[in-house]
């Protein structure tokens, strides 16, 4: 069966975009990116006054399987990706056991062809165990489909032990997605570090945690040539650090997530343990810095730091929950209502950092709507306004700091590889 899209605004960020063409889909390739297509027999879906884009692409989630898999699984996490207009995923190696060896990485792909809707691609630890001695076999990791290498949720504290890792991955040809973040600055905070957790009287993280490894990291990647991708990053010195090595020809790359271009710490006001995330919610500065990074090309990535917990393990005091939230199904409203309505990036610049740029740094053949590409597609009303329901999410996780707010701009329709997998904000059931 192939599939007719029809009188699209077609967003290719790789190639031109043209107002009201078709795309012909068939055996899940693009076959044909044309104006008026006519095709007998195919299904025909009218896309009149939507947005027709190359599937997007989240590389920072995580999808707790193996190990945790009340908090999710492969099938309920990519639920969740396709619900938001994700066509592939890139999931965290911090499952039990961490993906750090073959064996991991393997039953992951084994796991997301059998019950994945969309694509998934391995992140392989960077050290044993993620506990940052003793580095992982990273060629290994890689012949069995990781696409690059991350201890996330930790850093790599020692600096010999990253240097070499660098120095390794970067022989292997896979990029370092390096969690920014100096355990002993950050001691025991659980928020941002500032005049608001000192009216709440809760302890702090300050920015310089995480600023000093961006700094250390961007040196180490100037001093071994490896390419460096930074996650998650959130304040206004590593902007800056990210612009200034970027000037200087570092292969430098960075990623922020909506929940750190539209919450500030105010948000943690009410004591939500939603808003608890590692990194912490910032300052109004920070916002304002990270909005400026995303304008001009300093931040190349919006990823969602995907992180789902059960309600028993958030449903605690503030000090006692663990950090992260759920993502991926309130990302794409909160970039067309945060940085698309208000100006910050043009739709075309923000599907770029959902698409080809996210596909470049992993090295996957994904990201674009050329002829003969995979036929991910991803359709987006620009109009469409929905209040963020959780009875209506895909993922397992409730720990959501969004709950109730008005999204302008959603996905109407996820393809993946040819098929429709989620339809009018719901997902098809097979
Ligand atoms: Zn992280
Ligand atoms: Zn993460």
Known sequence: MKLLIKGGLVVDPLGKIDPA??????????????????????????????????GLIDMHVHLREPGFEAKETIATGTRAAARGGFT???????????????SVIKFICERAKETGVVNVFPIGAITKGSKGDELSEMADLKAYGAVAFSDDGFPVSRSDVMRRAMQYAKMVGLPIISHCEDKELASDGVMHEGYMSTVLGLKGIPAAA????????????????????????STVGSVR???????????????????????????????????????????????????????????????????????????????????????????????????????????????????????????????????????????????????VDVSQF??????????????????????????IVMHERKIIEK
Do not use: W
Not at 213 to 231: F, S, Y
């Open 88 to 102: 592939s995923v890139a999931c965290m190696p911090n499952t039990r056991p961490v993906a750090d060896d073959q």
């Open 241 to 387: 650090l990210v612009r200034e090595a970027k000037a200087r020809g570092v292969a430098v790359t960075a990623e922020v997530t909506p929940h750190h271009f539209t919450l500030t710490d105010r948000a943690v006001a009410g004591y939500d343990t939603a808003t608890k995330v590692n990194p912490p919610l910032r300052t109004d500065m920070d916002v304002a810095a990270v909005k400026e990074g995303l304008a001009d090309g300093t931040i190349d990535v919006i990823a969602t730091d995907h992180a789902p917990h059960t309600d028993e393990e958030k449903d605690v005091e503030y000090q006692y929950a663990p950090f992260g939230l759920v993502g991926l199904e309130t990302a794409v409203g909160l970039v067309f209502t945060e940085l698309i309505a208000t100006g910050v990036l043009t739709p075309v610049e923000a599907i770029k950092k959902l698409t080809v740029n996210p596909a470049r740094i992993l090295g996957i053949n994904k990201g674009t709507l050329a002829v003969g590409a995979d036929a991910d597609v991803t359709i987006i009303d620009p109009n469409i306004k929905e209040v």
């Open 21 to 54: 063409a078709d795309l012909l889909i068939s055996e899940g390739k693009i076959e044909a990116v044309e104006k008026d297509i006519k095709y007998d027999g195919a299904q025909i879906i009218d896309a009149t006054g939507k947005m027709v884009v190359p």
């Open 210 to 233: 995480e600023e000093v490894m961006v700094a250390r990291d961007i040196i180490l990647a100037e001093l071994t040539g490896c390419p460096l991708h930074l996650a998650h990053i």
């Open 394 to 419: 895909e993922t397992k996780g409730r720990n959501s700091p969004f709950i109730g707010r008005k999204l302008n701009g959603l996905p109407v329709m996820t393809i993946v590889n040819g098929n």
